[in-house]
């Protein structure tokens, strides 16, 4: 709830950015519940894989850290 108020109300009251305070309610949320840390992680890494995929990076012969 604080994370949404963070969000929302500076932009409305004070003529704040958007983005500036989406960011800052992102962060408090992530601060507040560990949980959303551990759920943003793999679409974080997917964010970063279809991201550099776009501007042409390529992953060859790629082996696990762990092979079975």
């Known amino acids: 709830m604080v994370a949404a108020l963070v969000a929302v109300l500076p932009p409305l009251l004070l003529g704040g950015l958007w983005s500036e305070w989406v960011y800052k309610g992102l962060a408090t949320l992530l ?8 759920i943003s992680t793999p679409a974080a ?12 990076a390529t992953l060859e012969r790629v082996k696990a850290a762990y092979p079975k």
């Open 31 to 38: 601060i507040g519940c560990p949980c959303a840390l551990v």
């Open 45 to 56: 890494i997917a964010a970063g894989l279809s991201a550099g995929a776009r501007r042409g």
